[in-house]
């Protein structure tokens, strides 16, 4: 098992910053591959962000490439996502999970945090 609480939500202005964290507990955190998903109200679950066990590879979904950055750090059991230049588009709940491969299909993931709300005003 692996337990995830993500942190850092809040209610931010268009074209400010936020931070998410994802800290993990339970079986070998660096086992496995991370990914953020978000859900918008009323829409379905969209992939956002996944990392590599190792942190050496990344992908990111083309609405917030350039924008965001996702990092883990194995020794804290980790994973953050770095969001700069919001927009309200990017109002959603966010979700941190691990896999056991490096993949972007939420169906993939193995377990999932609770969420935390991300909310950009215009």
């Known amino acids: 098992q692996v337990q995830l609480v993500e942190s850092g939500g809040g209610l931010v202005q268009a074209g400010g910053s936020l931070r998410l964290s994802c800290a993990a507990s339970?079986?070998?955190?660096?086992?496995?591959?991370m990914g953020w998903f978000r859900q918008a109200l009323g829409k379905e679950r969209e992939f956002v962000a996944a990392?590599?066990?190792?942190?050496?590879?990344?992908h990111y979904a083309d609405s917030v490439k350039g924008r965001f950055t996702i990092s883990r750090h194995n020794a804290k059991n980790t994973v953050y996502l770095q969001m700069n230049s919001l927009k309200p588009e990017d109002t959603a709940v966010y979700y941190c999970?691990?896999?056991?491969?490096?993949?972007?299909?939420?169906?993939?993931?193995?377990?999932w945090g609770q969420g935390t709300q991300v909310t950009v005003s215009s």
């Open positions: 999970a691990a896999a056991s491969a490096f993949v972007v299909v939420a169906t993939a993931y193995d377990y």
């Open positions: 339970g079986r070998i955190f660096r086992s496995y591959a």
């Open positions: 990392i590599s066990w190792s942190g050496g590879s990344t």
